[in-house]
């Protein structure tokens, strides 16, 4: 008859339990999953009449929650053995012996502490100008006077108001940074300063033509000078030798013939690309390209139209297009760098020059190249474009596999061929615009009812059409600003995007102070404090003073920097660094005697694996920041037992009778216990699910 253990391995509980909570794990996702649809559909509707749409009108999605989820198991096992036995014996003699011993012993087991966050930041506080009218600011010793500032208190650093509450914005960014460390001053109140618009009015526009205007919420991106102005077609050339010495021949400019005597491939491309076109010819030889994407400082979003020669970022972008059209099986690495000032944050540059890169790429999609051909990369800090021309180093590069020695360069040509012509040269246009068979042939664009077209010249709702988008973005900027004067509407250019903005829209400004206590922080007039100077640290970071207990032993964590002592350990620079730097007081801790001997501990990214005698207890005075998979070190006790016998028998006579009668009884009831909560949706999820409504769906 089977033993009662075996009929209770039988029951396979633990499988009963793995799969009642795969099915709660599968119901939080299906929950979690109908949650963030719903947010995305709030985001996306918008009431009859209405500009908002129904998240930005207050509408929050729920949010649900196993609060716990319970198993009870309750079984009653009875098992009773009768045995009856009756033994005759008798015996000459026996000999016998017997060995017993039984000892038990705890098993060592592990447990996990995974760290949160860990990326410490400097203080820091944001404020918003919320309107281009007259304001003080107070950080630290430091006042900022906008126009001459409000209240009685409004002296201090003039700050002169622009016509548009961007171009005034960015003078307070320029105030602020000129007043701190970030521009190697030997002091200041401040370490650094970003600035951000903030789009909160959901105003947007419409246009006839969106081949040549794509709207996107409030952001109109000029896409390419219209059709018939100058640069609208491309010349593609590819060359593989210079000899003969090679001319390119546009017939369409009254057979201008472009020739070079140059002696390399790449210089005669450049020689020619100089003459067609002087300002955004495009070059590729060996794979490298001979223009880049320039950024501001901490922009990673617009490229700047203001650095060197290269002030046409989207012609530059239509040409790397047109080229990887050119070739299908070619990709392209796109390699972004920033400049070596301190950053305010460890990883900073790391992560603005990936942004950078990134952002590139998605201008890239939006010309219709495949995003498998291409590979964006943040290579950090750098000075290896210019060791004293800081806005060098702040650039997008584009290195081509698969792409041989060509120019691409706009033109208002239909037709271009090399000449002499050769196997190793070719030459054709490709028109950079195709509009609808149906399109008008004026381009309007709709902002608040008002219809501004292309014209000649700017004036009243006729904007003037540049030579490239970004002149274009400018002059239609300049019409709806001029339009919407007196009132809380407008827009501003940046590149070749124009950003609409109405009430609610503001420019935010993130400040960093540069010592550990943060600097006072006051505002009045149209700036509004929006945060304080805080500890800088995610609410789930790891903080000075934070412990974590082994058994009856606390270790405490001590600021970056700070060499610990005994029963102390580091917080580092991120989360991964925080876990190495436990790892090893807990280590060193059972060596020196301040922890059990046996304890140990290894680090794998932000996670510490603690092993030890099971049972050893474990504790956090900040379970936010410090995950314990236990409040003990798993494992159970173990037991060695030794047991041997001896025995002789000599003459043994024996008659014996043997009864053994077994019963076994198993009986049981199964309860499950879930409680299903609502929570509020997270605003960081809410601002995350903005802006990528507001970047990927008009």
Known sequence: MPKAGKILADLKISEFIKDMGLAIAEAQ???????????????????????????????????????????????????????????????????????????????SGSATITVQDGEGIPPYACLALVANAPGHLTVGTTSYALDGGVGPNSTGLPVTRQDTLWETAQELLVALRNNSVWTNQAAGDLQGVFMDWEMQSGVTASTNRPDLYAINRSVITVRTSPQAAPGDNLVIARLASVTPAPALLLPATNGTRYTSAAATVGAALTDIGQQVDPAAFLVVSG???????????????????????????????????????????????????????????????????????????RALTSRGVAASRLTARGMGATVSFSGSDLAANRRVVFQFTGVPAALVARTVAATAAFDPTGTDREARIVPRTRAPANAPTTAVVTFRGTDFTQGTASQGTTFAVGATAES???????????????????????????????????????????KPTAPVL???????????????????????????????????????????????????????????????AITGGSSSGLLAAGIQAQSAGNIVTVSGPSGTMLGTSNPAAFLLSGARIGGKPSADREESSERELRALNVDAHLAVKYELSVSGSSTIKARLVAVPAPPQFLQAIGDYLQRWYP
């Open 472 to 514: 274009t973005a400018a002059n239609l900027a300049r019409a709806i600003r001029d339009a919407n004067a007196n009132t809380a509407f407008g827009a501003f250019a940046r590149g070749d995007r124009v950003y609409l903005y109405g009430t609610g829209d503001h420019a935010l400004f993130t400040l960093f102070a540069s």
């Open 29 to 107: 996702a299906k929950l979690d999953t109908n949650s963030v649809d719903q947010t995305l559909r709030l985001g996306q509707t918008v009431l009859p009449g209405m500009p908002q749409n129904l998240l930005s009108l207050g509408l929050q999605p729920a949010f649900y929650h196993f609060q716990y989820a319970d198993l009870e198991v309750n079984l009653n096992v009875y098992y009773s053995t009768t045995v009856d036995v009756d033994v005759n014996f008798n015996y000459d003699r026996e000999n016998e012996s017997s060995e017993y011993s039984l000892e038990t012993s705890s098993a």
């Open 287 to 361: 794979g490298d390209c001979n223009r880049a994407i320039y950024f501001d400082t901490d922009i990673h979003d617009v490229p700047t139209t203001t650095y060197g020669t290269d002030r046409e970022p989207s012609s530059v972008l239509d040409a790397v297009a047109a080229l990887l059209a050119e070739h299908p099986s070619a990709t392209l690495v796109l390699e972004g760098w920033a400049d070596q000032r301190s950053p305010p944050a460890p990883g900073y540059n790391q992560r603005l020059s990936q942004k950078r890169a990134d952002f590139v790429l």
């Open 522 to 584: 006051s505002a009045a007039g149209s700036i509004r404090v929006a945060r304080r100077f805080g500890d800088g640290r995610p609410p789930a970071s790891p903080q000075p003073r934070d412990t974590l207990v082994i058994d009856n032993v606390q270790l405490v964590a001590v600021e970056a920097g700070v060499a610990p002592q005994p029963g102390q350990f580091t917080l580092g620079v991120t989360a991964a660094d925080t876990a190495r730097n436990l790892a090893a």
